[in-house]
C-alpha cells in the first residue's frame, strides 16, 4: 500500500500563472479531502468527494479554485491565475468511507509557491 | 472562535522527559485524531480517540468527550519525536485542526 500520493511534491508559479495539483488516493478508499496548510491560517478544509461526486466544496475559495475527482484513481486541485496569497501546502487525504468513525490518512503534500 | 485549542503552543524536553500536550474542542466531537508532523514533513496520524484512553508504543491519549478535552502522552521522549503535534476533531466528515504544539527534544 503506498499511501496517498500527491504530484508535484514542489511546484513554484509566476503570479497569474495557473497550476494543477494531483492526488492519488489509498486503492479502495471511497472519500478524498483537500486542505491547505499556511503558517497564518494553520490547516484547513477545502473540499471533499466521495465515490468521486463532489459533496462539499465549503472551503474553497469562490474564485480561481477548482476541484475534479475525474475517476477513483485521482483527484486534481486546479488555481487559475495564481496569486502569491495561494502559497501554501497543499494536502490530500483519503479514508475508507465518509463519517466520522472513519480515519483520514494524509499525503505527503504540495508545497506550492507563487511568487 | 477556534473550535479546537492546544496547549502548550511550544515545549521543550530534555531527552528521557515525559510530554503532555492538551487539546480543548469547543463542538461534540464524534472522533478526534492526534496527528504528527515533522518539519517540512506529511502528516502522519498518531491516534484515533474518540473518548476513553488509548495507548500506542509510548503514546497515550485520554479524551473526555463530555468535558470536551483530550491529552497527549509522550513518555520517555526521544529527540526524534521533536515535530508538531497537532490534534483534530471531525465535525461531520472534515477535520477542524487546532493550532499544535511544537515540540523539540534536546539531547
Known amino acids: 500500500n503506498a499511501g496517498v500520493i500527491q504530484t508535484p511534491r514542489h511546484k513554484v508559479t509566476g503570479k497569474g500563472q495557473e497550476a494543477t495539483l494531483w492526488c492519488e488516493p489509498i486503492?479502495?478508499?471511497?472519500?478524498v479531502f483537500w486542505y491547505r496548510q499556511t503558517i497564518v491560517q494553520g490547516l484547513e478544509f477545502l473540499t471533499y468527494?466521495?465515490?468521486?461526486?463532489?459533496?462539499?466544496d465549503s472551503g474553497m475559495p469562490k474564485e480561481r479554485f477548482s476541484a475534479q475527482m475525474p475517476n477513483q484513481s485521482h483527484s486534481t486541485l486546479k488555481i487559475q491565475s495564481t496569486q502569491p496569497q495561494d502559497s501554501a501546502v497543499y494536502l490530500c487525504?483519503?479514508?475508507?468511507?465518509?463519517?466520522?468513525?472513519?480515519?483520514?490518512?494524509f499525503g505527503p503534500g504540495t508545497r506550492l509557491t507563487v511568487l | 472562535g477556534q473550535q479546537v485549542q492546544q496547549s502548550p503552543a511550544s515545549l521543550v524536553l530534555q531527552e528521557g522527559e515525559n510530554a503532555e500536550l492538551q487539546c480543548n474542542f469547543s463542538?461534540?466531537?464524534?472522533?478526534l485524531q492526534w496527528f504528527y508532523q515533522s518539519p517540512g514533513g506529511s502528516l502522519v496520524s498518531l491516534l484515533s480517540?474518540?473518548?476513553g484512553t488509548k495507548h500506542t508504543g509510548r503514546l497515550t491519549s485520554t479524551t473526555v468527550t463530555k468535558e470536551r478535552r483530550s491529552s497527549l502522552h509522550i513518555s520517555s521522549s526521544q529527540t526524534t519525536d521533536s515535530g508538531t503535534y497537532l490534534c483534530?476533531?471531525?465535525?461531520?466528515?472534515?477535520?477542524?485542526f487546532g493550532t499544535g504544539t511544537s515540540l523539540l527534544v534536546d539531547p
Open positions: 487525504a483519503s479514508s475508507v468511507d465518509w463519517g466520522s468513525s472513519y480515519e483520514q490518512y
Open positions: 486503492s479502495g478508499h471511497s472519500a
Open positions: 468527494f466521495r465515490n468521486q461526486a463532489p459533496i462539499d
Open positions: 463542538s461534540t466531537a464524534t472522533q
Open positions: 480517540n474518540p473518548s
Open positions: 483534530a476533531i471531525v465535525l461531520g466528515y472534515k477535520l477542524t
